[in-house]
């Protein structure tokens, strides 16, 4: 026998030894593979299978079955040694192996791009990873102490415990290496924050929920939507974690990049305010790049008809704007700011049943004498975001909620702008052209308001959409002519 040293690489797995532990990649054995099959020039991708293509036995003639069948063995190789996440997408397409088709090779391309070797692009490979490990340690303990499974001294309470700390592990360490790795790749910043935002803005699926909640607290939230972002930032303000303070640095020191003030305002708008920060530069800054990002977030939600971050806008609301206590941990001109964000997307969440108690925290202006009180600083901004809304369902929505501002106490400029702003949606033209259903909205909204000259203004309307079409008509005639 030999010795010949520590061992570097045995039956295509590298070996690291590292600080914290030993690492195990296929990262050479991966790029052979694409090498030799040709596919080393191709563009990463982020889920190794398209979920929404049907695959079907090929009818016809077999395309290159040889070829296809050892692409298959290359890849299953990965899947028990170190790939475990592409494992339903490698056994799907080993179907096929006998009689494979074009349709079935596309397939298997996008399988075979290249990814990272450790499953950071999605950290649900790294939940499953973390959980079979987490099974093992469980098992070898219990050998270990001679205690069988069944009698285990450990309680239920003790092994969620264990479980969803594993998780947050999972979770965070993924964060972690995406963070890294867009810090060292310039030109793969954006997309790189881009897909972790997609990541943390996740909504949890039925075995993760399982795991982070417990079976009883998962099946009575079954119902209640939850993301990651949501489950993230109430771990990092509330658990004594130290994992959360890396990723803060490293989201700093990535302050000017697109996404990175979405990235924090989900993981951290809970821990601002439940942790104390005594520099107030950094309450500043952090304070900022909350509103800025909640912004940007909420921008999502309005430009694609949908409410995923209202967790987000709730919490912002009900558990800061209301809660002065809370709200004072801030500085006053980003209390401001906060509670103008909140004035321009409060009906796009259904919350106006709270503007009662949001008037009466409404923070002071400098400006009031000018502009007036909160209710005026609320529509002012109201009448904003109407003009910057181009998804039709989402003014709509708002044109119907509008008339909860019956009753409120305006001065005459600010109703004044609030009547314009509904008026310029009834007008079939420009600037705004509005459809049918958006002028019909607009003109209830408006005769609800401003019951006093609504004959008046229809008759003026009137006048307006003749002059409108007789134009049209005009301009049509002389292209036809021309």
């Not at 699926?205 to 993230?232: M, N, S, T």
């Not at 609030?418 to 007008?427: D, E, G, I, N, Q």
Request: hydrophobic share 40%.
């Amino acid at each position: 026998m030999k010795d010949m040293g520590e061992v570097d690489v045995i039956l295509g797995m590298r070996i690291k030894r590292e600080d914290k532990g030993i690492t195990i990649t296929q990262s050479h054995y991966i790029e052979r593979i694409l090498k030799k099959f040709k596919c080393d020039d191709c563009c990463p991708v982020r889920t190794p299978l398209d979920l929404t293509i049907k695959l079907m036995p090929n009818t016809g003639r077999a395309v290159d079955q040889l070829k296809y069948s050892r692409v298959i063995g290359c890849l299953m190789y990965a899947v028990i040694s170190t790939r475990p996440d592409i494992a339903y997408d490698v056994g799907k397409l080993s179907r096929f192996t006998s009689n494979p088709s074009t349709h079935h090779w596309h397939v298997i391309m996008r399988a075979s791009k290249k990814q990272t070797c450790i499953t950071d692009s999605t950290m649900e490979a790294e939940f499953v990873a973390l959980a079979a490990v987490g099974k093992e340690a469980e098992w070898l303990r219990n050998v270990t102490c001679e205690i069988p499974l069944q009698r285990c001294l450990l309680s239920y309470a003790s092994v969620y415990s264990h479980k969803s700390s594993a998780y947050f592990s999972a979770l965070t360490q993924a964060i972690d290496k995406k963070l890294q790795k867009a810090l060292a790749s310039p030109t793969q910043r954006r997309d790189l924050l881009q897909q972790l935002f997609a990541d943390v803005a996740l909504e949890v699926d039925d075995r993760a929920r399982e795991i982070i909640l417990g079976g009883e607290d998962a099946e009575l939230q079954h119902k209640v939507p939850l993301c990651f972002y949501d489950v993230l930032a109430d771990h990092f303000a509330f658990e004594p974690d130290e994992r959360g303070k890396p990723i803060l640095d490293l989201i700093v020191r990535l302050w000017s990049q697109p996404f990175a003030s979405h990235i924090f305002a989900l993981l951290f708008h809970k821990w601002l305010f439940e942790v104390k920060i005594d520099k107030s530069d950094l309450l500043v800054r952090y304070s900022s790049a909350l509103v800025q990002g909640a912004t940007n977030v909420f921008w999502i939600d309005t430009q694609t008809n949908t409410t995923h971050f209202q967790s987000l806008f709730r919490y912002l609301l009900e558990d800061v704007a209301l809660v002065p206590e809370k709200l004072k941990k801030i500085p006053l001109q980003a209390q401001r700011d906060l509670f103008l964000l909140l004035s321009r997307f409060i009906f796009l969440y259904n919350l106006v049943d709270k503007l009662g108690g949001f008037f009466h925290h409404f923070p002071e202006f400098p400006n009031a004498f000018l502009v007036g009180g909160p209710a005026d600083v609320f529509v002012i901004e109201l009448t904003d975001q109407l003009q910057k809304l181009k998804v039709e369902p989402v003014l709509l929505h708002y044109l119907s909620q509008i008339k909860v501002l019956q009753g409120l106490e305006l001065r005459m400029t600010t109703s004044t702008r609030l009547k314009t702003c509904l008026y310029s949606f009834t007008s079939p033209g420009g600037p705004m052209y509005p459809t049918r259903a958006v002028r019909h909205a607009a003109w209830d909204a408006l005769d609800f308001l401003f019951p006093v000259g609504r004959y008046p203004r229809h008759v003026i309307s009137l006048f307006f959409r003749s002059k409108y079409l007789c134009s049209v008509r005009t301009i049509t005639y002389r292209k036809h002519k021309q």
